[in-house]
């Protein structure tokens, strides 16, 4: 699994996808989610697009992020993107308290 977050602007967004982007940002729910979320200011200029994306046991970040962004093409508004960032969750250690291999509590 991963978690691809595209940072990027708006192109000329219809009145339609200007009211639908509005009515269904909401900062509060920005989450990694297989539909993505997208995060952005009242202008409606930029934005913060969250994805997780399956991933094959060979796949890597290229492959991840070309999902993403299909995932973000489906969404349907015209857009340029400006930065990519894709997290492999197999690859996330995960520390739990209290187990071994910690310091010892003395």
């Known amino acids: 699994m991963f ?15 200007r ?6 940002v909401d900062v509060l729910q920005a989450a990694y989610t ?3 979320t ?3 200011d009242r202008s409606i200029s930029a934005f913060t697009f969250r994805c997780q994306v399956p991933a094959d046991p060979t796949d890597g970040e290229h492959e991840a992020v070309q999902r993403a962004v299909a995932v973000l093409e489906a969404h349907g508004h015209p857009y340029r993107i400006l930065r990519v960032a894709a997290t492999d969750l197999r690859e996330v250690k995960i520390r739990r308290k ?9």
């Open 98 to 106: 209290g187990g071994s291999g910690g310091p010892a509590n003395h």
């Open 19 to 24: 009211a639908s982007l509005l009515a269904g």
């Open 3 to 17: 978690r691809v977050t595209i940072q990027g602007t708006f192109g000329d967004l219809s009145a339609a996808g």
């Open 38 to 40: 997208f995060t952005c």
């Open 34 to 36: 297989p539909a993505g």
